[in-house]
C-alpha cells in the first residue's frame, strides 16, 4: 500500500504542475483555450443537422488550441519546463520535438474565422447566414476563449432537378446519368455535393467513350427565387464546350513496348509484332507476346472505356516483371474518332537474392531468430512467371514454467512458382484491375524439438488465387499434400509416453499423410479508414483423402485402417470461420471483435485429426491470459505424472476451436496507443479419447470456456507495431478448479508470478 500511495503523490503532484502552465504568460497574455460555436436559431435546422453543423463549423477554427489529455496541457508543459537558450541538448530537443508553445487569444483572428464560417455555411445552403465572432474570459483569470455566434437562417432545399434535353450525343448521355444522381429533390443545397456530382458525370462518360470531356465542360445554374426557400437546379453542357469534348471515340491500334526505357525516341511501329487484338514491340524478344493476353483489356473497335484502361494499367504492374508502365493517347481521327494506344513498360530487375535475420515470436509462444535466403527469378519462361526459392533456418526458445530447454531448431527449403493466369482445366475469366494466377508450391522442412524428437515435414500444393474486387480473394487449392515423418524420437520422450500414457504425446510423432482440396474465400473492407464500421472474414474448407476412404472402404473404428506406401492416410473434413469486426468511436479510439468457430470432423480412416491440422488456442494472439497451447482439449488438463514426469507441458490440440476477442484501443499520445481487452475460448476434441477425460465436445462445453482480461500497449514504429499485453485468467477450464478466480490481489507479487501473462508481439492480435 505504500507503494500506492507513493505513486498517487507524484501524480497529484504531476496534476497540480500541469495545471500551473499560465504562470510563464506575460503580463496581459491571456492562453487560448478554443473557440465555441453558438447557434442562436435551432428553429431552422433539425437537431441532427445542428450537431453536424456544430462539428463541420469547429473543425475550421483556427488556430487551434494547446493539446490536452484530460483536461492537461502536457505539450505546454513541456515547453515551459524545458525551456533553454541552448540549441543542442535533451532540453533543447524534448522542447523543440515535444513541447509545444503556447497559444495566445492574441493570435485569434476573429473576423476571418467568422467569414470562413459564414462562407461555409452559405455553401450547405443557408444562403441568408451570419456569424459574429468575440473573445470571453473572466476578469482574472489568464485564460480565455472565442465564441461565435451564429444564425444560420433557414436552409435552401431543392424544389426540381433539370438535366439537359436530347440535342446531341453528349447531351443525351449527361440525361442518362440522371438516375444516379448525387442531387435529389428535397435535400438541402450543398456545394460540395454538386463538385461531386460534376466529378461524377465526368467519370459515367469516361465509360460511354467521351475521352476528352472534363468536369469544367459541365455548369450547375440554380434559381433561388422560389417560395419557402427552395431552389431550382440545372444541370447543363456548356455551350463553349470543344467538339472533341462531345465526341466518341473508339479504339484503333493498340502498342505495347515491353522494354521500354527513357533513351527510346522511336516508336519502332516497323517492328510491331502483331498478337491477338494488340501489337507488341520487342525486338530483343525480352517476354512471349502471350503475356498480355490477361492484361489488354480493350481492344480494336472497342468504344473507349475509362475503367477498362485503369484496370489494364494495374494489370500490367500486377504482372511482375514490370516496374512502372506509362502509357500515351494519340488522336489519330481521319473521319470518325479514333484513339491509337501505346502502352511504355520499364522492366524491374530480373533476378535478386536477398538475405534477411529476424526476430519472431511463433503461435506456440516461442521467442527466436530467422535466417532467410530468397532467390526470386521474375519472369522465368518469358511468360511473368515468378519462380522463388525460400531457405530458412531458425532456432526458437519458448518462455514458461513447464519448458526447460525443449527449444526447437528449423531448416527448410520451399519453391514455389507463380503463372500470371490461369492453367489448367478451369477458366476464370475477369475483367477488373487483378490477374488471376496460378501457383504451384512445394516445401520441406526439418523441425528438431532438442532432447524430444524430430520430425520430417513434406508439403506441396497446386491450386488458382483471384480476386473479383478489391475486397474479396478466392483461393482454390485443387491438390494439398502434407506428409510427416517423425525420426530420431529420444529415450525421454519415449519414457514419457510409457510412463503417463498420455496420447496427446503419441499424436505429436504420428507420422502423418493428408491429401485433397481446399477453398478459402476473404472479404476484407478494413483498410478502408474511412469507414465507421469495417468487417474482415476468411472461410475454408478443407478434405483429406475423402474420396479414396470411400472407395478402399476405410473403417479405423473397425480395424480397417487403410493405407497408402505403408502410412494410414488422414480423411477428415474441416472448416474454418475467422470473423472481425470494428467499430470507430471516435477520431483515435476503436473498439475491435473477433469470432472464431472451427470445425474438423475425422472419419473413416481417422478418429483424430492429424496433429498439423488440429486447432490450439492461448498465447500472444489468443487468449492472452493463457500460456500458448495450454488450455485445453476441454475440462482436461495433465495431471502431475505428466508434467513431473516429463518436466514439460504437451501443446494441448483438439478437433473444434471456439474463442471470442473484444479490444477497445485508444490512441494515447504520439506512437502510443493503449487497449483493454477479454478473451474467451477453449478447444475440444471431436470424440472420446482414452487418458484425456473431460476432453470431447458435448452439452456442457460453455462450462469449459476460458476467460482472461488484461491490458497492454502498443507502439507505431511506422515499419511495424510492436505489442505488450499483460493478461490474467479470469476463467480456468480445469475439471477440479472451474470458476472464476477469487482472491485476486493486483499488488501481490505472488498473484502476478502465477497469474499475470505478458506477451511481447509484432503487430495486432487481429
Known amino acids: 500500500m505504500a507503494k500506492l500511495r507513493y505513486i498517487l503523490i507524484i501524480l497529484f503532484a504531476a496534476f497540480l504542475s500541469a495545471c500551473s502552465t499560465t504562470k510563464y504568460l506575460g503580463p496581459g497574455q491571456k492562453l487560448y483555450t478554443g473557440g465555441q460555436i453558438k447557434i442562436t436559431d435551432k ?75 459564414q462562407n461555409r455555411l452559405q455553401n450547405k445552403g443557408y444562403f441568408l447566414a451570419e456569424v459574429s465572432g468575440d473573445t470571453v474570459s473572466k476578469k482574472k483569470s489568464k485564460l480565455a476563449k472565442a465564441v461565435y455566434t451564429v444564425q444560420t437562417g433557414p436552409a435552401y432545399h431543392y424544389r426540381q432537378i433539370t438535366f439537359p434535353a436530347d440535342k ?40 460511354k467513350g467521351f475521352f476528352y470531356f472534363s468536369p469544367d465542360n459541365l455548369i450547375m445554374r440554380y434559381d433561388s427565387t422560389k417560395a419557402n426557400h427552395t431552389i431550382d437546379m440545372f444541370v447543363k453542357v456548356k455551350e463553349t464546350t470543344p467538339d472533341q469534348a462531345r465526341w466518341i471515340y473508339s479504339i484503333r491500334n493498340i502498342y505495347v513496348y515491353p522494354k521500354y526505357s527513357l533513351r527510346d525516341t522511336s516508336l519502332k511501329l516497323d517492328s510491331a509484332e502483331h498478337y491477338a487484338w494488340y ?95 530468397t532467390f526470386r527469378n521474375k519472369n522465368t519462361f518469358k511468360g511473368g512467371e515468378l519462380f522463388t526459392v525460400n531457405f530458412f533456418t531458425s532456432t526458437d526458445k519458448q518462455f514458461g514454467s513447464y519448458n526447460n530447454g525443449f527449444n526447437v531448431f528449423q531448416f527448410g527449403v520451399k519453391p514455389s512458382i507463380s503463372w500470371p493466369r490461369i492453367v489448367g482445366p478451369i477458366d476464370i475469366k475477369t475483367n477488373n484491375a487483378y490477374i488471376p494466377r496460378t501457383i504451384l508450391t512445394a516445401g520441406y522442412t526439418l523441425i528438431d524439438r532438442t532432447k524430444l524428437y524430430r520430425l520430417n515435414s513434406f508439403d506441396a500444393a497446386f491450386g488458382y488465387q483471384w480476386k473479383p474486387n478489391l475486397h474479396k480473394q478466392h483461393m482454390l487449392n485443387l491438390i494439398e499434400l502434407t506428409y510427416v515423418d517423425a525420426a530420431n524420437v529420444s529415450q ?27 477453398y478459402s474465400y476473404t472479404f476484407d473492407n478494413s483498410t478502408e479508414e474511412f469507414r465507421t464500421n469495417s468487417i474482415y472474414y476468411k472461410g475454408k474448407v478443407s478434405l483429406s483423402g475423402n474420396l479414396y476412404g470411400i472407395i478402399s472402404g476405410a473403417d479405423t473404428l473397425n480395424g480397417k485402417v487403410r493405407k497408402i506406401f505403408g502410412t494410414p492416410f488422414n480423411q477428415y473434413v474441416k472448416v474454418e470461420n475467422d470473423l472481425r469486426y470494428f467499430y470507430k468511436l471516435w477520431p483515435g479510439a476503436k473498439i475491435a471483435s473477433r469470432m472464431q468457430v472451427d470445425v474438423g470432423l475425422p472419419y473413416g480412416n481417422s478418429t483424430i485429426l492429424p496433429y498439423s491440422q488440429q486447432f490450439f488456442i492461448g498465447g500472444p494472439n489468443s487468449l492472452r491470459g493463457f500460456q500458448a497451447r495450454s488450455i485445453g482439449p476441454g475440462s482436461y488438463y495433465p495431471p502431475g505424472s505428466v508434467t513431473n514426469g516429463t518436466q514439460f507441458l504437451p501443446d494441448e490440440s483438439g478437433d473444434i476451436k471456439l474463442e471470442a476477442n473484444i ?50 500497449l502498443r507502439f507505431d514504429l511506422s515499419v511495424l507495431i510492436l505489442r505488450t499485453d499483460f493478461g490474467f485468467p479470469l476463467i480456468k477450464p480445469k475439471s477440479n478448479n472451474t470458476g472464476i478466480i477469487d482472491g485476486v490481489d493486483y499488488t501481490g507479487s505472488g498473484w502476478h508470478g502465477s497469474n499475470m501473462v505478458f506477451n511481447l508481439a509484432i503487430g495486432y492480435p487481429f
Open 492 to 518: 525421454l520422450y519415449q519414457d514419457s509416453i510409457r510412463k503417463t500414457r498420455n496420447p496427446t504425446l503419441t499424436h505429436v510423432i504420428n507420422n502423418q499423410l493428408t491429401f485433397g482440396p481446399s
Open 43 to 117: 428553429q431552422n435546422s433539425k437537431k441532427g443537422d445542428i450537431k453536424a453543423i456544430t462539428a463541420d463549423l469547429g473543425s475550421l477554427l483556427r488556430p487551434a488550441p494547446n493539446s490536452t489529455i484530460l483536461g492537461l496541457r502536457y505539450k505546454l508543459w513541456i515547453y515551459d519546463k524545458t525551456r533553454t537558450n541552448k540549441v543542442r541538448g535533451l532540453r533543447h530537443y524534448l522542447n523543440t520535438h515535444f513541447g509545444e508553445p503556447p497559444v495566445l487569444i492574441s493570435s485569434v483572428d476573429l473576423v476571418k474565422n467568422s467569414s470562413i464560417l
Open 663 to 712: 479490444e477497445y484501443r485508444q490512441k494515447l499520445i504520439s506512437i502510443v496507443e493503449g487497449a483493454l481487452f477479454a478473451d474467451a475460448g477453449n478447444i475440444w476434441l471431436m470424440k472420446s479419447h482414452y487418458g484425456l477425460p473431460g476432453a470431447a465436445f458435448s452439452k456442457s462445453f460453455l462450462s469449459q470456456v476460458a476467460a482472461d482480461a488484461g491490458f497492454g
Open 168 to 207: 446531341d450525343d453528349l447531351d443525351t448521355a449527361v440525361a442518362g446519368t440522371a438516375k444516379e444522381s448525387l442531387l435529389r429533390v428535397g435535400d438541402r443545397y450543398d456545394l460540395d455535393v454538386i463538385k461531386n456530382e460534376r466529378i461524377r458525370i465526368d467519370a459515367k462518360l469516361k465509360e
Open 279 to 373: 501489337n507488341v514491340i520487342d525486338p530483343k524478344k525480352t517476354v512471349r507476346p502471350f503475356i498480355f493476353k490477361n492484361t489488354v483489356l480493350l481492344h480494336p473497335n472497342d468504344i473507349y472505356n475509362r475503367t477498362a484502361h485503369n484496370n489494364s494499367l494495374n494489370r500490367f504492374i500486377e504482372l511482375g516483371p514490370f516496374s512502372f508502365v506509362k502509357n500515351r493517347f494519340e488522336d489519330v481521327t481521319p473521319d470518325s474518332p479514333k484513339l491509337d494506344i501505346y502502352y511504355f513498360l520499364t522492366q524491374a530487375k530480373r533476378k535478386s537474392l536477398t538475405a534477411e535475420i529476424v526476430a519472431r515470436q511463433t503461435s506456440a509462444n516461442y521467442d527466436g531468430t530467422q535466417f532467410n535466403l
